[in-house]
């Protein structure tokens, strides 16, 4: 699986970004999906995630009730609406696919990744 994030760009505090992950490969409605984000000179941390059948959703608490994660496997494709930005939110954000069980926080649960998108909220 071959993973591509785009969407990223420069919007003020307040805006709304729509970040898109678009996978290769047949068997993507198979994969659970993460975005993670990594702000510079901090670890890459966890944002959401969304399991295989789209069933479940997680949040971190710091995105809860601003980010929505979906995902539409026809298009092989997941899609992060980002609400109510702050500047905090700056980071450049990745996607990621694993399947079977896992722990959808850890990085090391993840088998694939995407090059990343640069997001930046200005004040």
């Known amino acids: 699986v071959q993973l591509q994030a785009s969407g990223g760009g420069l919007v003020q505090a307040g805006g709304s970004l729509r970040l898109s992950c678009a996978a290769s490969?047949?068997?993507?409605?198979?994969?659970?999906v993460g975005w993670f984000r990594q702000a510079p000179g901090k670890e890459r941390e966890f944002v959401t995630a969304i399991t295989w059948s789209g069933g479940s959703t997680y949040y971190a608490d710091s995105v809860k009730g601003r980010f929505t994660i979906a995902r539409d496997n026809a298009k092989n494709t997941v899609y992060l609406r980002m609400n109510s930005l702050k500047p905090e939110d700056t980071a450049v954000y990745y996607c990621?696919?694993?399947?079977?069980?896992?722990?959808?926080?850890?990085?090391?649960?993840?088998?694939?990744w995407g090059q990343g998108t640069q997001v930046t909220v200005s004040s």
């Open positions: 490969g047949r068997t993507f409605s198979s994969y659970s």
């Open positions: 990621a696919a694993y399947r079977g069980a896992g722990n959808w926080l850890n990085l090391a649960t993840y088998d694939y």
